[in-house]
């Protein structure tokens, strides 16, 4: 009897490898059921680090599936150790195996025992698909849900602390250290006739360099950064849930459980020569002479990583 042959595809959705789903763990699960029925691995796809809501990014499986139209080595499988490794979308995956199946190609998910040449394993898939969209779905829901409580009881939502903050058991505790430049950046723009690009620049000159965070190496109190600490309501206490609501431009804002770096008054004026600001830069950059900074932003400054941009003076 000739030999089965398959293509083996192992996914995770993290870089972290989680003990019984890593991508090692996985192929090996699956080799071991490959030799128990006598199925020969051709080539084993792996994708690390991606998402199997959609293919999109998932360069491996999409090299699978060429693979198999191109008919490349005549399998007569995919092997995956769980559905849920081959996709989690319920369109991508029929229409995953519907190329497959156009050539011949069977789907076996070994810890789900499900195999797409029996008559009911292809019933049986669809539905789990489907399922475990819908699973998918609804942790999405309750975890924005969770976040919007958060927010609401001014409680911090995850990610770096802002500068001036530490994170201590998931709570902003201020960083004294850090908190001097926040504090000093504040004061300057209110109380002298620096915009943000002349507060940047004399941090510069003082030598007073942002601290560094996981998301970025750039030590520069850059212009944008500056502009961003000064619209930031977390350092006068408005909130530590500011949270974004989906498909729209609205956010929920609560009063925030940590100590405010600046009050209330110090917070008023920054906030209406930004305002004024605004207006100023508005009325000096309008006109059809717009057309000469098609640069702007995309140019970017060598030192800091700040967007470039232009400016005319009559």
Known sequence: MKKKKAYVYTRVSTSIQIDGYSLDAQEERIKQYAKAYGIEIIKTYKDAGKSG??????NEFIAMLNDIEAE??????????KLSRFGRNAADVLQSLQVMENHNVNLICVDDSLD????SGKLVITILSAVAEMERENILSQTMEGRKQKAREGKWNGGFAPIGYSLDNGELVVNEEEAKAVRMIFDLYANSDMGANGVSKYLVSLGINKPIRQNGKNPYFS????????DNPVYNDKTTGKIKLEKSDHYIIAQ???EPLIDDELWNEVQEKRKSQAKKYEKVNRG????????????KCPYCGAGLYGNKSR
């Open 53 to 58: 809501t959609s293919i999109s990014g998932r």
């Open 72 to 81: 490349k080595d005549k399998v007569d499988y995919v092997m995956v150790f």
């Open 116 to 119: 797409s040449s029996k008559d």
């Open 223 to 230: 212009a944008s950064l500056v502009r961003q600490i000064l």
């Open 256 to 258: 925030g459980n940590h």
């Open 288 to 299: 059809k002479d717009e057309r000469v900074h098609i640069l702007s932003n995309l140019i």
